[in-house]
């Protein structure tokens, strides 16, 4: 994702029923996404500072 002229992107996650279970403020070039959410499947919406959707797709966590 670019940051060009946004001040900052929101970033939400959801489960696979929709329920959003972490937001993240990004504000750098490179964030970290620091959760303690369990093996699964997720989805996630990134947004600019006027709400308008940017980027979305799927997320996979697993255990190592």
């Known amino acids: 994702l670019l940051f060009s002229k946004e001040k900052f992107l929101e970033f939400t996650l ?3 029923p ?4 972490h937001h993240q403020i990004l504000n750098t070039k490179h ?4 959760t303690d959410l ?3 499947i997720y989805f ?5 500072n006027r709400k308008k959707i940017i980027a979305n797709g799927k997320l996979v966590i697993i255990d190592e």
């Open 14 to 16: 959801y489960d696979l």
């Open 18 to 21: 929709g329920r959003e279970v």
């Open 31 to 34: 964030s970290e996404l620091n």
């Open 38 to 40: 369990p093996t699964g």
């Open 44 to 48: 996630y919406q990134v947004s600019d």
